[in-house]
Protein backbone atom coordinates (compact mmCIF):
# COMPACT_ATOMS: atom_id res chain seq x y z
CA UNK A 1 0.00 0.00 0.00
CA UNK A 2 2.34 2.43 0.89
CA UNK A 3 6.50 2.36 0.31
CA UNK A 4 9.10 4.63 1.33
CA UNK A 5 12.23 4.93 -0.31
CA UNK A 6 15.79 6.46 0.75
CA UNK A 7 18.64 7.94 -1.60
CA UNK A 8 21.36 9.70 -1.15
CA UNK A 9 23.38 7.61 0.69
CA UNK A 10 27.41 7.38 -0.11
CA UNK A 11 30.89 7.13 0.89
CA UNK A 12 31.98 10.74 2.06
CA UNK A 13 35.47 12.16 3.60
CA UNK A 14 35.14 13.25 7.25
CA UNK A 15 33.96 16.48 7.27
CA UNK A 16 31.79 16.10 4.47
CA UNK A 17 28.30 16.40 3.69
CA UNK A 18 25.48 13.90 2.03
CA UNK A 19 21.29 14.68 1.74
CA UNK A 20 19.23 11.92 2.46
CA UNK A 21 15.81 11.80 0.88
CA UNK A 22 12.55 9.69 1.98
CA UNK A 23 9.94 9.88 -0.47
CA UNK A 24 6.42 7.61 0.20
CA UNK A 25 4.26 6.40 -2.65
CA UNK A 26 0.63 5.04 -2.24
CA UNK A 27 -2.61 5.42 -0.91
CA UNK A 28 -1.89 8.07 1.44
CA UNK A 29 -4.26 10.36 3.50
CA UNK A 30 -2.06 12.27 5.55
CA UNK A 31 1.70 12.13 7.19
CA UNK A 32 1.69 12.50 11.04
CA UNK A 33 5.76 12.02 12.16
CA UNK A 34 8.24 11.87 9.97
CA UNK A 35 12.06 10.41 11.25
CA UNK A 36 15.52 9.36 10.44
CA UNK A 37 16.92 6.46 12.43
CA UNK A 38 20.03 4.90 11.86
CA UNK A 39 22.12 1.57 12.89
CA UNK A 40 25.60 1.40 12.96
CA UNK A 41 27.65 -1.98 12.62
CA UNK A 42 27.30 -3.77 16.41
CA UNK A 43 24.65 -1.15 16.92
CA UNK A 44 21.02 -0.71 17.81
CA UNK A 45 19.16 1.64 15.64
CA UNK A 46 18.38 5.08 17.35
CA UNK A 47 16.67 8.05 16.13
CA UNK A 48 18.65 10.42 14.28
CA UNK A 49 16.15 13.00 14.02
CA UNK A 50 12.34 13.57 13.72
CA UNK A 51 9.91 16.21 12.83
CA UNK A 52 6.36 16.21 13.38
CA UNK A 53 3.41 17.92 11.02
CA UNK A 54 3.88 21.24 12.95
CA UNK A 55 7.33 21.38 11.60
CA UNK A 56 8.39 21.10 14.92
CA UNK A 57 11.92 18.73 15.04
CA UNK A 58 14.00 16.85 17.87
CA UNK A 59 17.76 15.65 17.32
CA UNK A 60 19.64 13.02 18.81
CA UNK A 61 22.74 14.98 20.77
CA UNK A 62 25.06 13.33 18.69
CA UNK A 63 23.99 15.19 15.57
CA UNK A 64 22.48 18.64 17.13
CA UNK A 65 24.14 21.51 15.21
CA UNK A 66 25.10 19.10 12.33
CA UNK A 67 21.91 17.77 10.74
CA UNK A 68 18.96 19.29 9.50
CA UNK A 69 15.09 17.38 9.08
CA UNK A 70 13.23 18.91 6.64
CA UNK A 71 9.98 17.58 5.17
CA UNK A 72 7.87 18.52 1.68
CA UNK A 73 4.07 17.63 2.73
CA UNK A 74 3.02 18.61 -0.39
CA UNK A 75 4.94 15.75 -1.99
CA UNK A 76 5.47 13.62 0.82
CA UNK A 77 9.06 13.61 1.02
CA UNK A 78 11.53 13.75 3.94
CA UNK A 79 15.19 15.16 3.63
CA UNK A 80 18.22 15.37 6.12
CA UNK A 81 20.77 17.50 5.15
CA UNK A 82 24.07 16.09 6.88
CA UNK A 83 27.25 18.59 7.39
CA UNK A 84 30.42 18.18 9.03
CA UNK A 85 29.98 14.28 8.97
CA UNK A 86 32.29 12.13 11.46
CA UNK A 87 33.21 8.41 11.01
CA UNK A 88 30.75 7.52 13.56
CA UNK A 89 28.21 8.79 11.87
CA UNK A 90 28.37 5.43 9.55
CA UNK A 91 25.42 3.19 9.59
CA UNK A 92 22.63 2.34 7.99
CA UNK A 93 20.12 5.41 7.70
CA UNK A 94 16.33 4.50 7.53
CA UNK A 95 13.35 6.93 6.78
CA UNK A 96 10.37 6.37 9.01
CA UNK A 97 6.94 7.38 8.87
CA UNK A 98 3.62 7.45 10.77
CA UNK A 99 0.60 8.12 8.29
CA UNK A 100 -2.68 7.77 7.65
CA UNK A 101 -3.92 5.68 4.74
CA UNK A 102 -6.68 6.97 2.40
CA UNK A 103 -9.15 3.34 3.56
CA UNK A 104 -8.30 4.03 7.16
CA UNK A 105 -8.11 7.66 7.90
CA UNK A 106 -9.16 7.44 11.46
CA UNK A 107 -5.48 5.13 11.88
CA UNK A 108 -2.19 5.48 11.92
CA UNK A 109 0.35 3.40 10.37
CA UNK A 110 3.79 2.85 10.87
CA UNK A 111 5.83 2.84 8.02
CA UNK A 112 9.84 2.18 7.31
CA UNK A 113 12.46 2.45 4.16
CA UNK A 114 14.35 0.02 3.20
CA UNK A 115 17.67 1.92 3.88
CA UNK A 116 20.28 3.65 2.81
CA UNK A 117 24.40 3.19 3.25
CA UNK A 118 26.21 6.25 4.78
CA UNK A 119 30.10 5.89 5.31
CA UNK A 120 32.65 8.26 6.03
CA UNK A 121 36.10 7.59 5.61
CA UNK A 122 38.30 9.20 7.97
Known amino acids: QVQLVESGGGLVQAGGSLRLSCAAS????????MGWYRQGPGKQRELVAA???????NYADSVKGRFTISRDNAKNMMYLQMDSLKPEDTAVYYC????????????????WGQGTQVTVSS
Open 96 to 111: NFRLRLRTSPFRLDNY
Open 51 to 57: INSGGST
Open 26 to 33: GSISSIKD
